[in-house]
């Protein structure tokens, strides 16, 4: 009896398990429409040139304003970025070197975000939950759970939407660390706009970093664009109190469907991507 029982108790959870994966297939296939994103099935890259207020008031004591972009990002299909170092001025080598210093750190800046704004910005929300994902429904709010491998490591993750599509939280567990993400959004023409992202780090339940992202865009054809980022960078210090630097990225020239090809630098995985004529 009690084998029976058990096996009528494990058809009645696949049963479920299925279900839960078609609602899942259905519920995406629903608001995949719903969003502004930059990439769609006719976008195999595109490019932009980016700076930020530290290094433009770096460049404005050495240099006229045409230096002020002094890297072009390239976003391929493949969900990866790369960099370009853009003409710089012929300055001392004392200041060329803080020069370089501050390119990187503006690097630093932009790895830093990417990751976000692949999953906010770039595409739709469900671009990558898996088609194994399941979903749930508690009162006005829809939930998407799914599970990934990732360097050998189980990862976990919740997103929570309105009954209408609008993603309203994002939470990755990683074994003793959480990410938890706030995005907000804004009708636009009928579809919703992320204009930023709030973003915690907890590691043993005490946040320990965060990220408040402000999103300024201008409108390229069809697509809503970034121009300004505005970031808000907290990390927690050895004293225990919460330090919060205010950052601000610019973004301007994009191109789509550039001929590239990438460049990787022997025994560096630094990589640039180059246009082809």
């Known amino acids: 009896m009690k084998k029976w029982l058990l096996v009528a108790i494990l058809a009645v ?24 994103n930059i990439v769609d099935s006719d976008v195999q890259n595109f490019s932009c040139l980016i700076t930020s207020a530290a290094y433009i008031d770096f460049i404005d004591d050495h240099a006229d304003s045409s230096f002020y972009y002094p890297l072009k990002i390239t976003w391929l299909s493949d969900g990866s970025s790369y960099y370009a170092l853009q003409p710089f001025p012929a300055l001392p080598d004392s200041i060329q070197r803080k020069m370089f210093a501050q390119a990187q750190a503006l690097k630093n800046l932009w790895s830093y ?43 976990k993750s919740k997103q929570t939407f309105t009954k209408g599509g609008m993603l309203g939280r994002v939470i990755w567990f990683f074994n003793e660390r ?44 069809e697509r809503f664009l970034p121009e300004q980022i505005n970031l808000f960078v907290q990390t927690r210090t050895e004293s225990g109190d919460i330090q919060t630097i205010p950052r601000v990225l610019f973004l301007k020239d994009y191109e789509f469907n550039q001929n590239v090809q990438v460049i990787t630098a022997k025994g560096d995985s630094a990589a640039a991507a180059q246009e082809q004529p």
């Open 13 to 36: 959870v696949m049963v479920c398990t299925a279900q839960a994966q078609e609602n899942y297939t259905q519920f995406k296939s629903q608001i995949n429409g719903y969003y502004h």
């Open 113 to 155: 975000i990417f990751p976000d704004l692949n999953k906010f910005v770039f595409y739709e929300p469900l671009h990558e939950v898996p088609d194994n994902a399941t979903l749930t429904t508690f009162g006005d709010t829809i939930g998407v759970a799914f599970r990934i491998e990732e360097k050998a490591r189980e990862v």
């Open 178 to 221: 959480k990410e938890v993400y706030y995005p907000t959004y804004k009708e636009v023409n009928k579809k919703w706009l992320c204009l930023g992202w709030d973003g915690q780090v907890l590691t043993n339940n005490e946040v320990s970093s965060g990220l408040r992202t402000k999103i300024i865009y201008f409108r390229q054809n």
